[in-house]
């Protein structure tokens, strides 16, 4: 059950307006995951600085049970939401930032439990 959360210093109407069905579905693919289980939030107009500078820019948190605990998986992922990101935002790759968080099923309630249990 992947979590994705992009925060920018955009505005809203700097950014497709279908962003984050775009970035689910993306999201799905790049991490191996059903789409239906893939959660997104964009939230747009951030205060923001990366690397001393203001300008236009980026983060993404991808958090994860299962696909984001090892350099090797995140160095694949890594190039993939970059591709997104550049894509999608025109973003030069240096105004992006990327932070993976591996999950434990414990740590994800649902359904009045947790993942452990499901």
Known sequence: MPFVEL???LQQQEVPQDLAEKLCSATATILGKPRERVNVTVRT???MVVGGSSAPCTQLIISSIGVVGTAEQN???SAKF???LTEQLGLAQDR???RFVPLEPWQIG????VMTFL
């Open 7 to 9: 925060d920018t210093n």
């Open 45 to 47: 107009g951030v205060s």
């Open 75 to 77: 160095k694949e992922h």
């Open 82 to 84: 970059f591709n997104f």
């Open 96 to 98: 992006i930032l990327l």
């Open 110 to 113: 649902k359904n009045g439990t």
